[in-house]
C-alpha cells in the first residue's frame, strides 16, 4: 500500500511537472525575444479593442458535453431522455434540470446555443476547442493563455501568466516555450511538491555556489541562449517564494468556502482558478472530463452534469462576492455536443453539429442565451458560431488584436483567434 | 520455384552491391574540400576562426557529439595523459565504431521519423522497428539503402521491421507524403495539402501527383469480417461463408466462454458484474490484437488517389483522379516498376540533389548547431544560401563517400570548423553565419540524461531493448489465423499480462522489472544505485532504450525530447520553469547526490579535499579546476563533505555542463 501511495504521489509529481511539450518549430519564431520575455511585450503595439476583462477561466468539458442534458434541453420525447428544462432565475432562459444550483446564477450566464464544427473525434476537437485551429501536420498552435502573453505580457513576474489544472500540458504553439501554460497536477497540492527536499539553507547555499562557479563561463558565452536559462534560474527560484507557493494553496481559503464548492478535483480547480486569477494570472483552464461515459447511459451524463453544477455555480457566486467576476470572463466549453436521439445502446454518441458553449462575467451581459437549436435539438436555426468565433470573442474581450498577423513557421501567418467574428451579442 | 519479378530482382541488385567502406584519404579530401569552402566564406567577410580545442574541450565534445554522452573522469585523464601523436583521430575512430553511437545517432533518425514505441492510434509496439535501426546504424548501412528499404518495404512489422516507417503514418498518407519531404528532402509542402502554397513554387496538384506514387500503397486491412450471414428459405441447406483470413469471433460466444472458465453464476449481480469486467478486458484485448493485425504495409492495386471535394483552380477538377509525377528531379517511367518502386528510386537518387544536400546539411547542423542551409525542414533556393560552396561541398561529400554515415561525420568532426571553439556572440537564425567555428548549442535531451548516466553508473548499457519478438510472438496471429474461442482467450491473457519492460533487459537477459537479487554482488555500488533509481520510478538505461518518446514529466521531456507527433525536428534546446526545477530538485539529481553513484564512487577514491573537489570538476565538466575556482573551493571545503554533495549539484546546474562550447 504504501508503494502504491508513493507511486500515486510520483505520477501527481510528474504531471506536475509534465514538461513543456517543445513543439516550438525548427525555427523560434522571435529568437530574438527569447531570454527577453518582457521586451516582447513592450515591442507589441496594441491594436485591440478596450479590454472587458482581465483574466479568463476557461472551464472545459472533456469527452463531449450533451447539450441536450445541459443548456439546451428539449421536450420532444425522442430526444429528451432523463432531462427535462427548468426555470431559472432568468425569464425565458431554462436549463436542464440536472442543473438546479446553475438555474440561480443564470442572471450572469450568456448561453449560447449555436455553436459547430465538423470535427467529430475528441482530439481533433480538443484541439480546436482550445487553439481555434485544425489539427494538421507541421504546427502546434498555441492556446488562448500563450497568446495572451504573446500580445499583453505577464501580468505578474513572480507568477506564471497561464495555468492548466489537471490537463496536461500543451505547450507554447509557436511561441517560445516560456509561453506554455504551467502546468497543475492536483489542485490540492498546488506547488508544494515542487519545493526542494532540503532546508533553505542548503538550497540557498547551491544556488549561490552554482552562480558563482557558473559565472566565468556566461562571461565568456554572454549569447542570449546562456543569458535565458539563467533567466529561467531566477524565476524558477522566484516560484519557491512563499507568496507564490501560498497563491498556489487552497486551504488558505475559508472551510465554509471550500466545502461550498466541494471536495471534487473539478470543485478544487475552480477554486483554485478564481484564487490564482486574483493573484494575477490571466488564465486558467479547469478541466471536468469522463463525459465521454455517455456513449453507454445517460446515466453518466446526468451525474456528469450533477459534478459540474455546484461547483460551477460557486464559482460564479464566488467571483462576483468578490468583485472579480466584472474582470473575469468565465468560459465553459467542450469538444462537440452528443446526439439528441438516445443510440441503441442507451447512450449518446459524439454530435458536433450542434452544441452550447457558456460566457460569464468580463463584460458579458447575462440572463440571455443567443442561437438556438430546433426541437430535436439536432439542426441550428439561423446564425452558427464555431471555435474560431468563441476565441475571437475571448480575444476581444481581453483587448488583443485579433487583426494583427503573427508569423509562424515557413513564414505562415496566423491571427488570434483565427479570423473568427466576435460574437457580438453576448456583450449587449 | 519462385519466379523472380523484375521489382524484387532490381531491388535485389541494388542491396547486393556491397559498397566497400571509404578510404581514410577519400575522408581526408572530404575534410580538406570543407575546409576549404569554410575558409573562402570566412575570407570572403574577414572573419577567422575562432580558437582550436585543447584537449580537455576535444575529448568532453567527441564524446557529447559522438557517443552521445560526456566523457567518465577517467576517460578525460586517459585521453589527457597519452603522448600518442594521432590520439585525437584514434578517438574519434573509436567513438565512431562505439555502441553510443548508435544510440546517438538512433536518438536522431527515431526524431526525424517522429518514432513512437506503439503505432499511433493503435497497441502495435513497434520495438521491432526500432530494433531494426539500430542494427542498420550498427551495420553502418548507406543511408540511401536504408530509407530505399524503408519506403519500398512490405508485410507486417514482424516480419519484415522495415515497415515501421509507413505503418508511423497510418491512414494520412497526404500527412505522411509531407512529413517524407521535409526529412528526406528537406522540403516542406505541407501547406499545399490545402492551398498553393504562397511561398513556394508547388502547387496543390503537383503535391497530389507526388503522393500519387503511394496511391496503391495501403497500411491497414480489415480482418474483422463477419462471416456472412446464411440465407434463409430456398430449400438448400444454411451454408456460413468464411473469409480465411477473418479473425472474427463471435463475442457472444466468447462471454459463455469465459463464464464457464471462470465458473461465474451470473444468475446473480455479483456473477453478472464480475462477468462484464471479465468480458470487457477480454473484449479490449481482442480489439487490440486484431487491430495490431491488421496492420500491414500492402499494395492494393485499384486504389486511386483523387483530388479534394474542395480543389478550387483551374488546372483539375475536384475529385478527379491523379497520376503520380514527381515535383523535381528525374524519375523514371519504367513501367514494369511499381509506382511505389519508382517513387523510392527518385528519392534517394544521385540525380534528385536535394536528397543528398538534405544529408549533408542536417550532419553538419548536428556538430555546428546550424545547417549550411536554415531552416532544415525547408532548406530555401540556393540564392538564399550564405555560403553555397559550403552547401555543395557538403552535398559532394555525401555522394563521393556514398552515404556512409561513419564516414561523413568522420568528414565533419574532422574539419577545421567542427574543432574550433564554439562561438561566443549569439547567432541569430535570419543573420548570415560562416562557420568560425561551431554555434554555442545545449546538449540534447538525450545528450543530458545519458550525460547524467555516465555519472550514476559505470556501464550506461546495463539495460537494452530488443527487437520486441516475445510480444510480436504472442499478438502474431498471421500464422494460424482464427482459433477457437478458448485457444483466443489464452491468446488475450498474454496478451494482457504482457510488460513492455519485461524486453528491457540486463546483459544476463533479465528484465529491468525483475527483482533485484540480494545474493550476487550484494551490496555493490552499482547494485544500491539501480535500487534507488528504482525506489524513484526511475530506469537507468540509455534514452534510445527507454519508451519511445519518454511519456510526459519524464526528465527527457522535460528537456525538450520531441513528442514525436506532428512535427520533424520538434526536438527543442529552450530553457523552461520545469526544466531548472527538474534538475534542481528531481530524481536524477538526487540520486546523482547519493553516495553510490559513480562519481561518489569515484571520490572515496582520494585523499584530500582538493583532489576530491578535482575529481568532481574532471567528471562533471572534464576539466580542472581554474586557480580562482580552487581558491573558492579551499573556502568551501572547509565545511566537510557536505561541501562536495553541494559542489555536484552546483556544477549541474551551470550552464557550462549543458552547453557545448
Not at chain 2, 567527441?62 to 578525460?76: F, K
Not at chain 2, 490484437?289 to 496492420?295: M, R, S, Y
Request: hydrophobic residues 40%.
Amino acid at each position: 500500500m504504501k508503494q502504491f501511495a508513493h507511486h500515486l504521489h510520483q505520477l501527481e509529481r510528474r504531471e506536475f511537472l509534465a514538461g513543456i511539450a517543445k513543439l516550438s518549430l525548427g525555427v523560434s519564431i522571435l529568437p530574438e525575444f527569447v531570454g527577453d520575455a518582457d521586451a516582447a511585450a513592450a515591442k507589441t503595439t496594441l491594436k485591440g479593442t478596450p479590454a472587458s476583462a482581465k483574466n479568463i477561466i476557461f472551464v472545459y468539458m472533456a469527452g463531449g458535453m450533451p447539450h441536450v442534458d445541459t443548456f439546451d434541453p428539449k421536450t420532444d420525447a425522442e430526444v429528451k431522455g432523463q432531462s427535462a428544462p427548468l426555470k431559472t432565475k432568468t425569464s425565458g432562459v431554462q436549463i436542464s434540470n440536472f442543473l438546479p444550483e446553475l438555474a440561480k446564477q443564470t442572471d450572469k450566464l450568456a448561453i449560447i446555443r449555436s455553436m459547430s464544427t465538423k470535427t467529430g473525434d475528441h482530439a481533433g476537437g480538443n484541439y480546436l476547442m482550445h487553439t481555434a485551429f485544425k489539427r494538421r501536420s507541421g504546427t502546434s498552435h498555441p492556446q488562448i493563455g500563450s497568446w495572451a502573453q504573446h500580445f499583453l505580457g505577464r501580468p505578474s513576474q513572480s507568477m506564471p501568466a497561464s495555468v492548466i489544472v489537471g490537463g496536461g500540458n500543451p505547450g507554447p504553439g509557436f511561441f517560445p516555450p516560456d509561453h506554455s501554460p504551467f502546468p497543475i497536477g492536483d489542485p490540492n497540492k498546488g506547488i508544494r511538491d515542487l519545493l526542494p527536499k532540503i532546508d533553505a539553507r542548503t538550497f540557498n547555499n547551491r544556488i549561490t555556489l552554482a552562480k558563482k562557479f557558473g559565472r566565468a563561463f556566461e562571461e565568456r558565452f554572454p549569447t542570449g541562449n546562456v543569458k535565458a536559462y539563467s533567466q529561467f534560474y531566477d524565476e524558477t527560484v522566484k516560484f519557491f517564494d512563499s507568496s507564490t507557493v501560498n497563491a498556489f494553496d487552497i486551504n488558505k481559503e475559508p472551510r465554509a468556502l471550500r466545502e461550498r464548492y466541494g471536495d471534487s478535483k473539478f470543485a478544487r480547480g475552480l477554486l483554485l482558478a478564481r484564487r490564482l486569477v486574483e493573484h494575477d494570472v490571466r488564465y486558467v483552464e479547469v478541466q471536468l472530463g469522463g463525459w465521454d461515459q455517455m456513449h453507454n447511459s445517460l446515466e453518466a451524463g446526468q451525474r456528469k452534469s450533477t459534478e459540474l453544477d455546484a461547483p460551477f455555480a460557486t464559482l460564479l457566486a464566488d467571483l462576483d462576492a468578490k468583485g472579480l467576476l466584472k474582470e473575469t470572463m468565465v468560459v465553459l466549453t467542450t469538444e462537440f455536443g452528443r446526439t439528441p436521439k438516445i443510440s441503441s445502446r442507451g447512450g449518446r454518441n459524439h454530435f458536433p453539429k450542434a452544441f452550447s458553449a457558456v460566457l460569464a462575467g468580463g463584460g458579458v451581459n447575462g440572463g440571455q442565451f443567443i442561437g438556438e437549436t430546433d426541437a430535436k435539438a439536432t439542426n441550428i436555426k439561423g446564425e452558427k458560431f464555431g471555435p474560431a468565433d468563441l476565441h475571437t470573442t475571448i480575444a476581444h474581450a481581453l483587448g488583443m488584436p485579433t487583426e494583427e498577423r503573427i508569423h509562424g513557421s515557413g513564414g505562415r501567418p496566423f491571427f488570434v483567434g483565427n479570423r473568427g467574428k466576435v460574437i457580438k451579442q453576448a456583450f449587449s | 520455384m519462385r519466379i523472380i519479378t523484375p521489382t524484387i530482382f532490381a531491388c535485389a541488385i541494388l542491396n547486393a552491391v556491397v559498397i566497400s567502406a571509404p578510404s581514410d584519404e577519400l575522408i581526408n579530401e572530404a575534410t580538406a574540400r570543407i575546409n576549404a569552402a569554410v575558409n573562402a566564406g570566412l575570407a570572403k567577410t574577414k572573419i577567422t576562426y575562432n580558437v582550436g580545442l585543447n584537449d580537455h574541450l576535444f575529448v568532453r565534445r567527441v564524446y557529447t557529439d559522438l557517443a552521445g554522452r560526456i566523457p567518465t573522469h577517467d576517460e578525460v585523464q586517459k585521453f589527457v595523459k597519452s603522448m600518442n601523436a594521432g590520439k585525437r583521430d584514434a578517438l574519434i575512430d573509436r567513438l565512431l565504431a562505439s555502441d553510443g553511437f548508435v544510440s546517438h545517432n538512433y536518438n536522431w533518425i527515431a526524431d526525424l521519423l517522429r518514432i513512437q514505441s506503439q503505432v499511433p492510434g493503435t497497441k502495435l509496439r513497434t520495438d521491432a522497428f526500432s530494433f531494426w535501426l539500430k542494427q542498420q546504424l550498427k551495420s553502418n548501412r548507406p543511408f540511401d539503402r536504408m530509407v530505399h528499404e524503408m519506403v519500398t518495404a512490405k508485410g507486417r512489422i514482424w516480419d519484415n521491421p522495415a515497415t515501421g516507417y509507413h505503418l508511423r503514418d497510418n491512414g494520412m498518407k497526404l500527412d505522411h507524403v509531407s512529413y517524407m519531404t521535409k526529412a528526406f528532402l528537406g522540403t516542406d509542402i505541407s501547406c499545399a495539402q490545402c492551398h498553393d502554397a504562397p511561398f513556394h513554387d508547388w502547387t496543390q496538384f503537383e503535391y497530389y501527383e507526388l503522393t500519387s506514387f503511394l496511391a496503391k500503397m495501403d497500411t491497414r486491412e480489415n480482418l474483422q469480417k463477419r462471416p456472412a450471414k446464411p440465407r434463409k428459405g430456398k430449400g438448400k441447406a444454411a451454408v456460413t461463408k468464411k473469409d480465411p483470413k477473418s479473425l472474427y469471433i463471435n463475442r457472444n460466444q466468447a462471454r459463455e466462454h469465459l463464464a464457464k472458465k471462470h465458473k461465474i453464476d451470473t444468475s446473480n449481480e455479483k456473477g453478472q458484474q464480475q462477468l462484464r469486467r471479465l468480458a470487457n478486458r477480454f473484449n479490449r484485448a481482442y480489439r487490440e490484437i486484431v487491430a495490431a493485425n491488421e496492420l500491414v504495409v500492402h499494395s492494393n492495386p485499384k486504389a486511386v488517389l483523387k483530388l479534394p471535394d474542395t480543389y478550387e483552380y483551374d488546372d483539375a477538377k475536384p475529385g478527379q483522379v491523379v497520376k503520380p509525377r514527381a515535383i523535381f528531379g528525374s524519375e523514371s517511367k519504367s513501367r514494369t516498376t511499381s509506382e511505389r518502386m519508382r517513387f523510392a528510386n527518385w528519392l534517394v537518387s544521385r540525380n534528385n540533389p536535394r536528397f543528398s544536400i538534405n544529408l549533408g546539411n542536417r550532419l553538419w547542423q548536428r556538430y555546428l548547431g546550424r545547417g549550411a542551409a536554415e531552416p532544415l525542414h525547408d532548406m530555401p533556393e540556393p540564392e538564399y544560401w550564405d555560403n553555397p560552396e559550403l552547401v555543395r561541398t557538403l552535398q559532394g561529400t555525401v555522394l563521393a563517400l556514398n552515404y556512409d554515415l561513419r564516414a561523413i561525420t568522420k568528414a565533419i568532426v574532422s574539419s577545421k570548423a567542427y574543432l574550433a571553439l564554439a562561438s561566443t556572440s549569439t547567432v541569430k537564425l535570419n543573420e548570415p553565419y560562416f562557420f568560425p567555428g561551431p554555434v554555442l548549442r545545449r546538449m540534447k535531451a538525450e545528450q543530458i540524461w545519458d550525460s547524467l548516466l555516465t555519472l550514476m553508473v559505470e556501464d550506461p548499457f546495463a539495460y537494452r531493448r530488443t527487437s520486441g519478438k516475445t510480444y510480436n510472438d504472442i499478438i502474431n496471429m498471421m500464422d494460424t489465423g482464427a482459433v477457437p474461442i478458448p485457444e483466443f482467450v489464452k491468446i488475450a491473457e498474454r496478451y494482457n499480462a504482457y510488460k513492455p519492460d519485461s524486453e528491457l533487459i540486463d546483459r544476463n537477459g533479465r528484465p529491468v522489472s525483475a527483482k533485484l537479487s540480494n545474493k550476487s554482488k550484494k551490496g555493490s555500488d552499482e547494485m544500491m544505485m539501480l535500487r534507488d533509481a528504482r525506489k524513484n520510478r526511475m530506469v537507468l538505461a540509455r534514452a534510445s532504450e527507454l519508451p519511445q518518446p519518454a511519456p510526459q514529466g519524464h526528465f527527457l521531456r522535460d528537456f525538450g525530447q520531441s513528442s514525436r507527433n506532428f512535427l520533424v525536428d520538434a526536438a527543442t534546446l529552450e530553457g523552461s520553469v520545469p526544466q531548472v526545477m527538474e534538475l534542481m530538485n528531481g530524481a536524477a539529481t538526487q540520486i546523482l547526490a547519493n553516495r553510490n553513484s559513480l562519481i561518489f564512487q569515484k571520490i572515496k577514491a582520494e585523499k584530500t579535499p582538493l583532489k576530491r573537489a578535482e575529481i568532481v570538476f574532471l567528471s562533471i565538466l572534464s576539466r580542472k579546476m581554474t586557480p580562482t575556482e580552487q581558491a573558492m573551493m579551499v573556502h568551501e571545503i572547509k565545511r566537510g563533505d557536505a561541501a562536495l554533495t553541494d559542489l555536484i549539484w552546483a556544477l549541474l546546474n551551470t550552464p557550462e555542463f549543458m552547453f557545448i562550447k
